[in-house]
């Protein structure tokens, strides 16, 4: 999965990944990948064990993720088209930020 990643990203900005950043996910430590790491000149870098996630960052993650499922509800139960997805997400924003004023 990374292989065809690393191909995609390089063929296309036409530079290599020199470093790869990971959350100490399974997926990212076996000899296998940390060989295939090497061959490439890749220098894998690791968050320390049982390092919560940047608090601010995660809320904001929350708080996106909520509106985009809103946004979805919103769709599907007005039966709009896909290409009004920009339009009823500004009159989401708007319709929260009311709500927010009157609350």
């Known amino acids: 999965m990374f292989k065809n990643y ?8 036409r530079k ?7 959350n ?8 296998k990948f940390s060989s295939f790491c090497e061959e490439n ?3 894998h ?3 320390a064990p049982y390092t919560p996630p940047n608090k601010m960052v995660w809320q904001k993650e929350r708080k996106n993720r909520t509106l985009v499922d809103t946004l979805n509800c919103m769709l ?3 039966k709009l088209l896909t290409s009004l997805y920009g339009k009823a997400f500004s009159v989401l924003i708007i ?3 009311e709500f927010l004023l009157e609350n």
């Open 24 to 31: 100490r996910g399974d997926e990212y430590f076996s000899m």
């Open 41 to 43: 000149g890749i220098i």
């Open 6 to 13: 690393k191909f995609e990203v390089e063929n296309q900005n």
């Open 76 to 78: 599907v139960n007005s």
């Open 95 to 97: 319709y929260i930020i």
């Open 45 to 47: 870098q690791t968050s």
């Open 16 to 22: 290599k990944i020199k470093f790869l950043r990971s």
